[in-house]
């Protein structure tokens, strides 16, 4: 099975300012979707940004973007003035494109801080 | 807004009671996912449905079971609760095409003592 590495489990930034979340992962495959996830404290699990691995363009959301380094299989989020409302655990997670009931694998979180 | 629901919220239960975690969704999505996630660790894919009578198995070996008698809903059951079945419990849904998002409830709280 493919895994998913997140290898800062907590990280803070002061309001206004800008944090990038690394997210690495291992396959053999070439064809597979990437995914950020964010789950504020009791709350429910919502979509931050995707990317489709065949795309070379940096998926992008707003205040939201990513990093994608396929041949470094990288998957970076960098989250641009930072609010208060940012707060919360953030997944990269990983799809196969070809197989396995198309579930996601996810890396074990980062858990985000904003101070004001 | 959240299109798939979970009840209930939280639950504590004794050893050895039987239980079963609801999950429905109304977006018509054929694909289903629930997954099992400590506090503070990944989630792990514990079963999943690609629609009507289908249901597999996922990654992280568990003792409960799944039905997919309709569409939209999703149950799952632990015939006999444990305490090692202490966690939290995410039911999730997708459209079919690759790079659709999981869609996700807000979870069931799960306590056995």
């Known amino acids: 099975a493919q895994t998913v590495t997140q290898s800062q489990p907590e990280m803070s930034v002061q309001e206004a300012e800008t944090v990038t979340l690394s997210c690495t992962y291992d396959t053999s495959e070439s064809d597979y979707y990437l995914f950020w996830y964010k789950q504020p404290p009791s709350r429910q699990m919502i979509l931050v940004i995707r990317?489709?691995?065949?795309?070379?363009q940096n998926a992008t959301e707003n205040r939201f973007s990513v990093n994608f380094q396929k041949a470094a299989k990288s998957f970076s989020l960098k989250i641009s003035d930072s609010q208060l409302g940012d707060a919360a655990m953030y997944f990269c997670?990983?799809?196969?494109?070809?197989?396995?009931?198309?579930?996601?694998?996810f890396g074990k979180g980062t858990s985000l801080l904003v101070t004001p | 807004e959240a299109d798939i629901y979970q009840t209930p919220r939280y639950l504590v239960i004794g050893t050895g009671k039987k239980i079963t975690l609801e999950c429905s969704q109304t977006?018509?999505?054929?694909?289903m996912y629930w997954y099992q996630q400590d506090p503070g660790m990944e989630l792990h894919l514990i079963h999943y449905?690609?629609?009507?009578?289908?249901?597999e198995k996922g990654d992280l070996s568990s003792e409960s079971t799944v039905s997919r008698i309709r569409t939209e809903h999703f149950p799952l059951t632990l015939e006999s609760a444990r305490p090692s079945h202490t966690s939290q419990y995410l039911c999730a849904s997708r459209e079919s095409y690759y790079n659709s998002p999981l869609h996700f409830g807000n979870g069931t709280r799960l306590t056995v003592t």
């Open positions: 990317q489709e691995a065949y795309k070379q």
């Open positions: 449905s690609y629609g009507v009578n289908s249901t």
């Open positions: 977006m018509g999505h054929d694909k």
């Open positions: 997670a990983y799809r196969s494109g070809s197989n396995s009931g198309y579930a996601l694998n």
